[in-house]
């Protein structure tokens, strides 16, 4: 009976704080399974995004204006695997965040930077890919490998400062000790929404339909010479790879969509907290997505498998390049 009175009891997160949160109570079962999966799949996340920037690293054939936004859309997942995953996950299944305030505001700083960061990946490879299929003559001029890594800084720049400013002026008032969260007023709600979703949308709807459509007809075009039996020129292949490689990465794109527009309605969602288990998928969701992209790679890029095999077997690796 008296074990039955404990186990009854409540449990905060600081019982020598008043104001401290209370924990949720869990089976060391439950407490198991649940560290073991989100272990497993913070790993998994590091180790294929790993794998992609070793790749595009090591072999220069793979230094290319697109690799190097794949990179860098790499690098945003690693770090969202290896820094975003593991804590958040610690905060989801303890329901306590125990590292401070200090850590807490370093914690959500880098969680905008990396989701923005991410996104705005993505609109510069909408671009990359709009310019090579639908003006291949100008890219070679456009898009060169100087211009891609500085507009890569300047948007990882951009997205580290926005982050900080939002946190910044997002109100600190928590409702009990030991809860890390961003309250943000509804204004900055619909700001943040616009900033972060809504205009890089509005920028990559468009031009991935135009993609889609142009490089749908190049496909045709140069399948119809085939089935003539005409030779094909080294343009019209190349321009069957840039459709490849754009329709692949407009996978990429779909899919982050997929899972930003549920994060974004629940957000604006009035009375809505982001402790709440729905917030918790939607959130988890953006996360998840960070190990997606490597196996889109692994399905669709043959130069992705190849130096995957390289990496993996070390005796290849260091006579390869």
């Not at 804590?87 to 914690?107: K, N, P, V």
């Not at 527009?261 to 288990?277: C, D, E, G, H, V």
Request: hydrophobic share 50%; glycine share 2%.
């Amino acid at each position: 009976m008296d074990y039955e009175a404990e186990d009854h009891e409540t449990q905060y997160c600081f019982p020598a704080i008043n104001s401290s949160c209370i924990k949720t109570k869990r089976s060391t079962h439950e407490y198991n399974i649940m560290y073991v999966f989100f272990s497993v799949l913070s790993v998994w996340t590091v180790f294929l995004n790993l794998l992609v920037i070793i790749s595009i690293f090591h072999f220069k054939k793979l230094h290319t204006p697109t690799n190097m936004l794949i990179l860098s859309l790499a690098v945003a997942d690693l770090l969202v695997g290896l820094i975003i995953m593991p804590l958040e996950a610690i905060t989801l299944i303890e329901t306590c965040w125990y590292f401070g305030d200090t850590i807490c505001r370093l914690f959500l700083i880098i969680m905008g930077m990396l989701l923005s960061a991410s996104l705005s990946n993505l609109v510069l490879i909408a671009v990359d890919r709009y310019v090579a299929v639908c003006h291949p003559l100008l890219y070679p001029q456009k898009i060169t490998m100087t211009r891609t890594i500085i507009i890569i800084c300047v948007s990882w720049f951009f997205s580290s400062a926005y982050s900080i400013a939002m946190i910044s002026i997002s109100h600190r008032k928590y409702t009990c000790y030991g809860e890390c969260i961003a309250m943000l007023t509804f204004a900055l709600s619909i700001a943040d929404l616009f900033v972060s979703f809504l205009f890089p949308c509005s920028l990559i709807i468009p031009l991935y339909l135009r993609i889609f459509y142009v490089a749908y007809q190049q496909v045709k075009v140069i399948n119809s010479l085939m089935r003539s039996g005409k030779h094909l020129t080294e343009g019209s292949v190349r321009r069957k790879s840039e459709s490849k490689a754009a329709l692949t990465l407009g996978l990429i794109v779909t899919f982050y969509l997929f899972c930003w527009i549920p994060f974004f309605i629940l957000s604006l969602t009035p009375n809505t907290k982001m402790t709440t288990a729905a917030a918790y998928f939607m959130l988890w969701m953006l996360y998840i997505n960070s190990g997606l992209n490597p196996l889109i790679y692994a399905i669709f890029y043959p130069w992705f498998r190849t130096s995957v095999k390289h990496i993996l077997n070390l005796s290849k690796i260091f006579k390869t390049a």
